[in-house]
């Protein structure tokens, strides 16, 4: 378990900066070479997702809940913003299905 979530911590951020570098680029007037660290970001974001051992559907749903909350450190480290609990809540929400995901019997039907 512990494998998983730093998978997915690494993945949320190896997400965000491909996403951020062309932000940046396009909004603040930043340097179009910002495009290349943020392609090989996001290229390292798909390799990452590749390196799970369950179905790529449910990975992809669970590493959600950890997206959020690397994203809402992001915001509040990067950007500045603090969260404010409505944030909050719905990070440890988020959380909370990820864990319902990961933790939940495997191959019995709904």
């Keep these: 378990m512990i494998r998983t979530l730093a998978l ?3 993945t949320a951020l190896a997400e965000i900066v491909g ?4 932000w940046l680029w ?3 007037n930043g340097s179009a070479w910002l495009l290349l ?3 090989a970001s996001l290229a ?3 390799w990452l997702l590749t390196l799970h051992p369950t179905a790529s559907g449910r990975v992809y749903a669970a590493y959600g809940g950890v997206y959020v909350c690397v994203a809402l450190l992001w915001l ?4 500045g913003v603090s969260p404010t609990r409505w ?3 719905g990070a440890g929400l988020c959380l909370l299905g990820m864990g319902v995901i990961m ?3 495997r191959g019995a039907a709904v």
Excluded at 76 to 79: E, K, L
């Design 87 to 89: 944030d909050l809540l």
């Design 76 to 79: 509040w480290r990067v950007d």
């Design 8 to 10: 997915f911590l690494l």
């Design 37 to 39: 660290p943020a392609a």
């Design 44 to 46: 390292l974001f798909a």
């Design 103 to 105: 933790a939940g019997p």
């Design 26 to 28: 396009l909004r603040q």
């Design 19 to 22: 996403c951020y570098l062309p």
